[in-house]
Nanobody
């Protein structure tokens, strides 16, 4: 399994941008599909964005479509989530996850490896 470490979270005002990074260990990173999920207090963990092994296909939750962009750099073993025009409702702990099948997925059960999460707080 690949090990994942997120970074880049913080406290920002509404309308600001943040870029989250997910650094992976292991040379098999380029074969994994990657996803970003988030969990707000008292809520279920929800899908945010996904990308397949090559980066050629992406998928977004409706709540973030047009504002967030998922990408990956397989040479750097890193996935990213660029978040623009942040809103208070984006406040959550953000997790990256890896799907060993390499496919594009939004189902939590498809992801076998998870990071520890990074906090994003958006003030109004």
């Amino acid at each position: 399994q690949v090990q994942l470490v997120e970074s880049g979270g913080g406290l920002v005002q509404a309308g600001a941008s943040l870029r989250l990074s997910c650094a992976a260990s292991g040379r098999s990173f380029s074969t994994y599909g990657m996803g970003w999920f988030r969990q707000a207090p008292g809520k279920e963990r929800e899908f945010v964005a996904g990308i397949n092994w090559s980066g050629g296909n992406t998928y977004y939750a409706d709540a973030v479509k047009g504002r967030f962009t998922i990408s990956r750099d397989n040479a750097k073993l890193t996935a990213y989530l660029q978040m623009n025009n942040l809103k208070p409702e984006d406040t959550a702990v953000y997790y990256c996850a890896a799907d060993p099948r390499g496919r594009l997925s939004r189902l939590r059960a498809d992801f076998g490896s998870w990071g520890q999460g990074t906090q994003v707080t958006v003030s109004s």
